[in-house]
């Protein structure tokens, strides 16, 4: 495999293209982002439409008619806060796109999610626990958000504060319920959280954009939400009777587009019909 | 399911073999029942009523709730392929709506004596009844649109009449679906009519999704009055108000001058307006169609039963959890 022979491969000879003629060196080895508001935005935007999405995959599909409705109500809330924060991103970003142009016609890489809700919706277990942790973690985070200097999201944490708490109220609930079940529930539920538990770190990372938007006075302490999600979590866990896996190496990379393999496919059937008509109203 | 076959459900739920069995009812009490029926008074749980009665509201709200159930399905199949936040959004929150009338009706089953998990059964060993619409496919975005417009309105006109049915909490529970279901229906036309005056791609779908439905739609009234069973007694009792061959001439007659808005046809070559009776006249509903669909041999009864059968299991193991947690925490309370 030497590469000379490569490059006969693809019918250029080696050293034809001359040094100079076009630069090859890229600007970074991290991925290119936007502006850190419209960064931000579409984190807060598209962890919720993600997870409201998945969500929704359970509608008539759950154990008891009574969580049917309930899930739906999730899915509705989520999928409407991310509705809002969609469309705030696009018109902070003033390239003329709405909330369906962001959520339609972005790619996978386009994406800024945590790579907690993309993970498919797994049994119902699977989908309590992950829930419940980024019920917790959404809460803590409203919280901090309520007195942004953003007049536009201070508006949407103060509405989604009230959604989350009752979602988180709901999760947990099933939490306790299934970890401190039956013996083949305590399992499973055990099983669900060893699974989800490396995807929990990210939500607590800070990077550029974080300081980008602090500028901006939209400051959230990830340490100490951190803590406070620690503490609600184990909390919780210890009521369910379940054992809090230990913190290992994290998977990342949602947040800058490098997604898990599931977050493609997701995508492919939410956006089809959009994509199918390009310019059509619906 | 030998416990189950042993309830006096199974029983209820199966007319053709145990209409006979079910015990002779008292004359003078038929007769005190009828009068109040007659006088238009509504029928409550604790009042006396012919166990016919009571067995005939049995089987037509319970295979109203299992209908909002698996009605449930060939909608849920395009949530997740919505083409706007939208109609994502609407769309679960219809589907949330029917997963509640379905609740509410069950709910309703359980003041004439029965228990909605029996009843529930009944729908998974696939011998309950539904309605015999959702065993079709949804196959586009359109679809979403033409059954909010033709299959919730269909329901909706016989919804309207139950809603004065003479059993008064299946009669309560109407009035308040029907608020929805009109909901329901205005969306799917809003739908219909952003598609009618779409691109072509779109009016075409809209188009192929009526040819799809329209029929199905007309058989959603049952069996012509020549061939309705249950027909002279649930009329007699105020049960049904009106025939199935009455309802769905109304529909038609609502339902086409809403086709001409849109632009589109009905898939009938015999559909013609006649200005003596005021009436749409309609082609002949396939009947063979029908009694293969209403008997399992439908494009979708098997998935749609397995769907549920397939919810059903794959929740096993959460009902029992939640049993256990709540026994334990019931010990625990007691022991405090």
């Known amino acids: ?282 | 399911m030998a416990t189950l076959r042993g309830s006096r459900l199974y029983s209820l739920l199966h007319m053709t073999t145990t209409i006979r069995q079910l015990p002779a009812d008292d004359p003078a009490q038929v007769a005190a029942f009828e009068a109040l029926i007659a006088a238009g008074e509504s029928i409550e749980p604790k009042d006396w009523m012919p166990a016919r009665y009571r067995s005939q509201l049995t089987r037509m709200m319970s295979q109203h709730a299992h209908s909002e159930v698996v009605g449930m399905l060939p909608e849920g199949n395009w949530i997740t392929r919505a083409p706007s936040l939208r109609r994502k959004q609407s769309l679960i929150a219809k589907v949330q709506d029917e997963a509640g009338h379905g609740l509410y009706i069950y709910c309703g089953t359980e003041t004439l004596g029965v228990d909605r998990f029996d009843l529930f059964n009944q729908l998974l060993d696939g011998t309950a009844k539904y309605s015999s619409i959702f065993n079709y496919p949804t196959l586009s975005w359109a679809d979403m649109g033409v059954i909010g417009w033709l299959v919730d309105g269909a329901a909706i006109v016989n919804q309207t009449v139950l809603a004065k049915t003479s059993y008064g909490p299946y009669a309560r529970a109407m009035v308040r679906i029907c608020k929805e279901e009109n909901f329901h229906k205005r969306q799917g036309y809003e739908i219909c009519t952003v598609l009618a005056n779409g691109t072509p791609a779109q009016r075409a779908m809209l188009q192929d999704a009526v040819d799809r439905f329209w029929w199905p739609s007309l058989m959603m009234f049952g069996p012509s009055d020549t061939n309705s069973l249950n027909s002279g007694e649930l009329l007699r009792w105020k049960v049904k108000r009106k025939t199935n061959d009455e309802l769905r001439q109304r529909f038609v007659n609502l339902t086409i001058p809403q086709a001409q808005a849109l632009g589109i046809t009905v898939p009938d070559p015999d559909l013609r307006f006649d200005p003596e009776t005021k009436n749409w006249v309609f082609g002949e509903i396939d009947w063979s169609e029908f009694q293969q669909v209403i008997s399992g041999n439908g494009p979708c009864n098997r998935e749609r039963l397995e769907a549920r059968r397939k919810a059903h299991d794959d929740g096993q193991w959460v009902r029992e959890a939640a049993s256990a947690h709540a026994a334990k925490r019931a010990r625990k309370t007691e022991a405090a």
């Not at chain 1, 947040?255 to 619906?282: C, D, K």
Request: aromatic share 6%.
């Open chain 1, 1 to 282: 495999m030497a590469s000379a022979h490569d490059a006969d491969d693809v019918g250029i000879a080696a050293g034809e293209a001359k040094a100079g003629d076009r630069p090859v060196a890229g600007p970074s080895r991290g991925p290119r982002l936007g502006a850190p508001l419209v960064e931000y935005l579409l984190r807060l935007g598209d962890d919720r439409l993600i997870l409201g999405h998945r969500l929704s995959e359970w509608c008539g599909h759950g154990p008891i008619l009574e969580e049917d409705i309930a899930l739906s109500n999730f899915a509705l809330d989520l999928i409407g806060q991310a509705a809002s924060i969609l469309r705030l991103a696009g018109e902070v970003e003033g390239a003329g796109r709405d909330e369906d142009a962001l959520a339609y016609f972005r790619d996978g890489v386009q994406y800024r999610n945590c790579l907690l809700v993309e993970q498919p919706r797994g049994d119902f277990g699977d989908t309590i626990v992950r829930q419940f942790l980024f019920d917790a973690y959404s809460v803590l985070l409203w919280e901090a958000l309520l007195g942004a200097p953003h007049a536009g999201l201070a508006a949407i944490a103060a509405k989604a504060i009230k959604e989350d708490r009752y979602h988180l109220r709901h999760s947990s609930e099933w939490v306790v319920r299934l970890g401190d079940g039956t013996e083949e529930s305590h399992v499973r539920v055990q099983g669900s959280l060893d699974r989800l538990w490396r995807y929990t770190g990210e939500l607590f990372e800070a990077d550029a954009i974080d300081q980008g938007v602090a500028g901006e006075g939209i400051v959230v302490d990830h340490r100490a939400l951190k803590a406070r999600w620690d503490q609600l979590v184990d909390e919780v866990l210890d009521r369910a009777t379940l054992v809090r896996p230990a913190d290992g190496p994290t998977q990342r990379g949602g947040r800058v587009g490098r997604h898990t393999e599931h977050l493609g496919h997701l995508l492919a059937t939410m956006q089809s019909v959009a994509r199918a008509h390009p310019g059509a109203r619906w």
